[in-house]
């Protein structure tokens, strides 16, 4: 084997529940798991606040200190935990390959991808600032915290219209908003949140700023067509 070449059991990618998960698992089969972060150590629940629809927590916990028992747990079991990213990977050959973003080649029997998901931001530096201050990524995760309340969901996606029919449940309006005239959802999506009577669709309109400076107070919202703004009170 050529030098500086790395040989190992197991490699994981990825550092969310399923990554710890999988390394919990192989490190107790004695696979020697190494574990590569990526650039989000912890995934999407690392900006998430309570965490309560997970058994064990009967108090609820912080998302940040879920991940980091997780961690705990998987290095408790001889977990090798790099704070690093894979770059690439090559399955074609009988030996599966893998090279750090810092150009470290490893050699792995087996390799579990699971990188999950990230969020898609709107790229606001208020919408930066109020994370978790009332602008999520999550409905499922931080819904509950906004039940009663007014919101908004941006997108006109699958993803979107899930999360807007999901709130429909907790929130009296749900305004959502889709930058073009239709929406790119399923059509099946689209009927739930057409027939859903507390789902507002906001046609060709782009959010242009979160307001407020401790926590959310409202969204400024620009329509694309005619370039009018307005406030919506979420």
């Known amino acids: 084997m050529a030098e500086g070449i790395e040989r190992i059991k197991c490699l994981i990618i990825g550092s969310g529940p399923a990554g710890y998960t999988a390394a919990v698992y192989a490190a107790r089969a004695n696979l020697e798991p190494v ?5 989000e150590p912890g995934g999407q629940l690392m900006i998430t606040t309570d965490v309560e629809n997970y058994p064990g927590y009967p108090d609820g916990i912080m998302g940040p200190q879920m991940m980091e028992d997780f961690r705990k747990q998987a290095e408790r079991f001889g977990t090798d935990v790099r704070y690093e990213l894979i770059s690439k990977v090559d399955f074609t050959g009988p030996v599966h390959k893998a090279w750090s973003e810092t150009g470290h080649e490893i050699h792995a ?8 998901a990230s969020a898609k931001w709107l790229g606001l530096e208020s919408e930066k600032r109020l994370t978790n201050k009332g602008v999520s990524a999550c409905a499922v995760c931080d819904g509950f915290f906004f039940r009663g309340q007014e919101v908004a969901v941006v997108g006109g996606g699958d993803t979107a219209a899930e999360e807007a029919l999901y ?6 309006v ?4 889709v930058r073009r005239d239709e929406l790119r959802a ?15 669709v906001h046609w060709n309109t782009e959010a242009a700023e979160v307001l407020g400076e401790n926590e959310v107070e409202g969204l400024l919202v620009v329509n694309n067509q005619t370039k009018k703004e307005s406030t919506i009170p979420v």
């Open 109 to 116: 029997d087996s390799i579990i991808i699971s990188t999950g």
């Open 174 to 177: 749900v305004h959502l908003l």
């Open 35 to 39: 574990l590569y972060t990526g650039k």
């Open 167 to 172: 709130l429909s449940k907790l929130c009296p």
């Open 186 to 200: 399923s059509k099946i999506m689209q009927e739930r949140v057409f027939k859903t009577k507390n789902i507002q």
